[in-house]
């Protein structure tokens, strides 16, 4: 009997053993199908949010100055979810941030939802086009590249590139195939290299393909044949930048017959000094050449790159409240930003080949910042210019525009003083020239005759979607630049 009792305790206690573990399981997929299904519907509601960023990505990009998804309203903007058999399963909130004046980022959040159930998510990202600033170099002519080169950023010419330095982005043109002013010979690709082995001629029908491989030179590769970058569309935006700074910025008027233009000294202090240059440096014995510059332009405006002699001060200004300087006649710019950023246009209207204007910098223009918070954008009408009496170590930050000229150096000859030859310049930001650019001159034998001995170019990246003010845009296509979820 006691034999029994035994069997059926051991019996009982297994069976409810059993019960425990199959009842736990059972709570244990119930508990874990449960959060399957939550994930699951998490996930369905990121799909949706992630929907309404790519839909005004693309609203935008067919309309980029529509900021109230074409209701002209206040948002947020909702928007119906359906699924491939057509049944709605959820929504997008849009909540749009417009840029601030002059720039191009826009902030979206928006939130996915599913009908049948709470679960909701969040996503925020930042948009913006792309400057001209993308570029490190972008020329409108032929352009040489000397050994010991290294740049960093994409360099762009409408016309042919001879690169013998190293390249750490791309290298493009919008020819397939030129003739190197720099030599004699056959047609050559459009960017090519001298660099040991010699780029082989191109064959009778080139073709952008047949490119040789070159990583030694050109370690992100190189382009033939790509679109052309349009220069002409920046007097449109000189004259909308005169308007601007007729607003609510500084506008300096043409100076006078009898005086040269005006010396901006930009101060880390929130101020900017005016003086009106009245007389500049010349020299007797002093011979000036510069064939990539308008010979046309007469006394006042070619040699405006020389020093000044006699200036008076006019006043003291705040910075614009919009970012925007325009003087209608040369300017002197040089001095120190500090968390600003400005935008300084040199021009003349009605267009007149001898009374373009130039933008000249003879002392260091410089930032305080160097995280994005400072830029400076100059654009002139013809050349931006390097002056005689330019400092020896000289210093330029910024993003340099020469709509119709060039970005350079006139070559000085020995009589012009000690100063016809220089030390080292340095530019961080972008060159963007129409005609080809340079600070040094060599002779026929390939020996430093004038300008500075060094040059070193650095791209500051910051400026690809943090240009100065109104800026002009290498792109009308918004580009997701930051993404994160909530």
């Not at 996930?43 to 960023?53: D, Q, T, Y």
């Not at 090519?192 to 992100?220: E, G, I, Y």
């Not at 449109?236 to 601007?244: G, H, P, V």
């Not at 007469?298 to 000044?308: A, D, F, N, P, V």
Request: net charge neutral; glycine share 8%; aromatic share 14%.
């Amino acid at each position: 009997m006691k034999q029994k009792a035994q069997i059926v305790f051991y019996i009982l206690f297994y069976l409810t053993l059993t019960l425990l573990i199959f009842s736990g399981s059972i709570l244990w997929l119930q508990t874990y199908l449960s959060f399957i299904e939550k994930e699951v519907y998490k996930i369905l509601a990121l799909n949706i949010a992630e929907s309404g960023i790519e839909y005004y990505r693309w609203y935008l990009n067919h309309f980029p100055r529509d900021f109230t998804d074409g209701t002209g309203q206040p948002g947020p903007y909702k928007h119906d979810f359906y699924n491939r058999l057509g049944e709605k399963i959820g929504e997008f909130e849009l909540s749009i941030y417009p840029p601030e004046e002059g720039f191009s980022l826009v902030k979206i959040i928006s939130l996915g939802k599913l009908v049948n159930s709470k679960v909701s998510k969040k996503v925020e990202a930042l948009l913006g086009r792309p400057s001209l600033a993308k570029y490190s170099v972008l020329v409108d002519d032929n352009i040489r590249f000397g050994e010991g080169t290294v740049v960093y950023g994409e360099v762009h010419s409408n016309k042919g590139i001879r690169f013998d330095g190293t390249a750490y982005n791309l290298i493009k043109s919008s020819l397939l195939t030129y003739q190197d002013p720099d030599h004699t010979g056959c047609e050559e690709w459009a960017v090519h290299t001298h660099v040991n082995p010699v780029d082989p001629c191109p064959p009778t029908n080139p073709d952008p393909n047949d490119l040789p491989l070159r990583p030694d030179v050109f370690k992100a590769g190189r382009l033939v044949g790509v679109p052309l970058q349009d220069f002409a569309g920046i007097s449109q935006d000189l004259a909308y930048y005169k308007t601007l700074a007729k607003q609510n910025g500084i506008y300096l008027d043409f100076s006078g017959v009898n005086n040269y233009g005006y010396e901006l000294i930009i101060r880390p202090d929130g101020k900017i000094d005016v003086y009106l240059v009245r007389r500049i440096v010349k020299i007797p014995g002093c011979y000036i050449s510069d064939p990539y510059t308008d010979p046309n332009g007469g006394e006042r405006y070619s040699l405006s790159s020389w020093s000044i002699s006699q200036k008076s001060f006019l006043r003291t200004y705040n910075y614009p409240q919009n970012g925007v300087i325009f003087v209608e006649d040369n300017v002197w710019v040089s001095g120190q930003v500090n968390n600003k950023k400005i935008l300084i246009a040199s021009a003349k209207f009605p267009e007149n080949s001898a009374q373009m204007t130039n933008i000249i910098i003879n002392s260091d223009l410089k930032y305080t910042n160097y995280d994005g918070r400072d830029s400076i954008g100059l654009i002139a009408q013809r050349n931006i210019l390097i002056g005689l009496k330019s400092s020896d170590i000289l210093r330029i930050d910024g993003v340099l525009v020469a709509q119709k000229g060039r970005i350079g150096r006139h070559y000085y000859s020995s009589g012009c003083g000690p100063e016809y030859k220089r030390e080292k310049i340095t530019i961080y930001g972008s060159l963007i020239t129409r005609k080809r650019y340079g600070f040094s001159w060599v002779n026929n034998q390939g020996n430093w005759s004038s300008g500075y001995r060094l040059r070193e170019l650095t791209y500051n990246a910051d400026n690809l979607y943090f240009p100065p003010p109104y800026f002009p845009l290498a792109s009308e296509f918004y580009e997701i630049l930051k993404w994160k979820e909530f």
